[in-house]
Antibody, heavy 120, light 108 residues
Framework: EVQLVESGGGLVQPGGSLRLSCAAS????????MNWVRQAPGKGLEWVSY????????YYADSVKGRFTISRDNAKNSLYLQMNSLRAEDTAVYYC?????????????WGHGTLVTVSA | EIVLTQSPATLSLSPGDRATLSCRAS??????LAWYQQKPGQAPRLLIY???NRATGVPARFSGSGSGTDFTLTISSLEPEDFAVYYC??????????FGGGTKVEIK
């Protein structure tokens, strides 16, 4: 069974940092591209970042570029999002999402999400 | 950046009704458009990819059509579990990958 389990969310002050993790199981992680997508409370979906299966290609939304860093450890079947200089507008549920193989940037499996709240 | 506009924002229908949801792109996305369903407190679920391909396990009552800038998600006969929010998403020109603002299908 495919599973994506996010962790690392919580309450952080503006300007602070958090590191999100996504533990993958039930599939060959190193064969899949991955993304982070977020959803502010009561709002729609916003793409955050992409990483290729090898980690050789990485992209970010402008809203997080220079502050967030996506990475992966294929040996540990894990995806990460290092978030620095956090702002109130980064408050959201953060989902890791697997890309449908062969159809890049269609997200065929999502984790349950982890809530990040940026507030003083 | 490609902007996706979904309409209507809310669709009030009864079980058994046909639902027609629209997604319009600010420029052509060819057929690189997907649809997702999201229920309260849950992660999104992929329904349709590349305009008309049903994802694994998606019932046949869900269908997608369109190309270029205009796309439609049709639910032929609404089941109680279909009342949810639906998002379109393009992968034609990215980054950034973009989503529409969503259509809520609610019980009338």
């Amino acid at each position: 069974e495919v599973q994506l389990v996010e962790s690392g969310g919580g309450l952080v002050q503006p300007g602070g940092s958090l590191r999100l993790s996504c533990a993958a199981s039930g599939f060959t992680f190193n064969n899949y591209e991955m993304n982070w997508v977020r959803q502010a409370p009561g709002k729609g979906l916003e793409w955050v970042s992409y990483i290729s299966n090898t980690g050789g290609a990485i992209y970010y939304a402008d809203s997080v570029k220079g502050r967030f860093t996506i990475s992966r450890d294929n040996a540990k079947n894990s995806l990460y999002l290092q978030m620095n200089s956090l702002r109130a507008e980064d408050t959201a549920v953060y989902y890791c999402a697997r890309v449908l193989r062969g159809y890049t940037q269609n997200f065929d499996f999502w984790g349950h999400g982890t809530l990040v709240t940026v507030s003083a | 950046e490609i902007v996706l506009t979904q309409s209507p924002a809310t669709l009030s229908l009864s079980p058994g009704d046909r639902a027609t949801l629209s997604c319009r792109a600010s420029q052509s996305v060819s057929r690189y458009l997907a649809w997702y369903q999201q229920k309260p407190g849950q992660a999104p679920r992929l329904l349709i990819y590349d305009a008309s391909n049903r994802a694994t396990g998606v019932p046949a009552r869900f269908s997608g059509s369109g190309s270029g800038t205009d796309f439609t998600l049709t639910i032929s006969s609404l089941e109680p579990e279909d009342f949810a929010v639906y998002y379109c998403q393009q992968r034609s020109l990215w980054p950034p990958l973009t989503f529409g603002g969503g259509t809520k299908v609610e019980i009338k």
